[in-house]
C-alpha cells in the first residue's frame, strides 16, 4: 500500500507545486494575497488523485480476500466479513492521514521558503485539510464496500479513474451539481472562489451542511452495509 500512496501523494504534491515563472512571481506579488491561489491548486490536486487514491488503495487491500480465499479464513478465525472491511477501512486511515497532510503540507512549506507574501490563514488550510482527510477516508469506506461485493477489481479501479474527471469537472459546474454527484463533494471542500471585482482567488465559504450531510450518509450506508456482510455466508 505504501509504495502506491507514496506515488500517487508525489503526483498530488507535485501538481500543487508553484514551479511555472507566472506562478512564483504570483507569490510574491503585493497586490494579491498569493494563498487563495495556492489553495486552490492543492484543491484541483486534491481533486484529480484523490478519487483514483481511494480506489487503488481499497482494491488492492481487498483484493487478497477474493483471490487467496480470506473471507474463509477470516470467518474461521472468527472474523467476519463486515468486521473484515471496518478493520481494512481503519488501516486505510493510517495511510490516508500522512498522504493528505503531505498533500496540503508541503505546497505551503515550500511556497513559504519561496518568499510568498504573507501567511495562510489557519481557518481555511485547516479547514480543508481535515475535510479533505474525512471526504477521502469516507471514499476508502465506500471503495471498499465495492471491492468487497465484487470480484473484479477493475471496477472498482474504474470507477475511481472516473470519479477523478468528475471531481475536476465539478470544480468548474454549478454547486447544485457538485451536491448530487459524490465526487463532487471533493469540489464541494474547496474554500476559494474567483473574486467578481478583480478575478483574484479569495477565500470562500464552505457549505458544511451538505458536506457533513454527505459524511454522515456513506457512514450509515457503510456500517449497514457490512452489517449486511457479517450476515452473509461467503
Known amino acids: 500500500l505504501w509504495p502506491v500512496a507514496a506515488v500517487l501523494g508525489v503526483v498530488a504534491v507535485a501538481f ?20 487563495p491561489r495556492l489553495l486552490l491548486s492543492v484543491s484541483v490536486a486534491a481533486a484529480l488523485v484523490s478519487p483514483i487514491l481511494t480506489a487503488v488503495l481499497a482494491s488492492r487491500l481487498t483484493d487478497v480476500e477474493h483471490t487467496a480465499g480470506g473471507w474463509n479464513l477470516a470467518a474461521a478465525g472468527g472474523l467476519t466479513p463486515g468486521r473484515l472491511c471496518r478493520s481494512k477501512t481503519v488501516v ?6 500522512p498522504v493528505a497532510a503531505c498533500q496540503v503540507g508541503i505546497p505551503v512549506l515550500v511556497a513559504g521558503r519561496l518568499g510568498a507574501v504573507g501567511s495562510p490563514q489557519p481557518g481555511p488550510w485547516t479547514g480543508y485539510l481535515l475535510s ?10 465506500l471503495h471498499v464496500l465495492l471491492a468487497a461485493w465484487v470480484d473484479n477489481q477493475i471496477i472498482c479501479v474504474g ?23 459524490p465526487w463532487g463533494y471533493w469540489a464541494m471542500i474547496t474554500p476559494v472562489q474567483q473574486s467578481e471585482a478583480d478575478g483574484v482567488m479569495v477565500y470562500a465559504s464552505v457549505d458544511w ?19 449486511r456482510l457479517d450476515r452473509i455466508e461467503r
Open 16 to 35: 500543487s507545486l508553484p514551479v511555472s515563472t507566472a506562478q512564483r512571481a504570483a507569490l510574491v506579488n503585493v497586490a494579491h494575497d498569493p494563498w
Open 92 to 97: 486505510l486511515m493510517i495511510v490516508i492521514v
Open 132 to 141: 479533505l482527510l474525512a471526504l477521502d477516508l469516507a471514499f476508502c469506506a
Open 159 to 181: 470507477a475511481g479513474f472516473l470519479g477523478s474527471f468528475i471531481s475536476l469537472f465539478c470544480l468548474l459546474a454549478p454547486p447544485w451539481l457538485a451536491r448530487v454527484l
Open 209 to 227: 451542511p451538505w458536506v457533513a450531510g454527505f459524511l454522515v450518509l456513506v457512514a450509515t450506508v457503510f456500517l449497514a452495509a457490512t452489517a
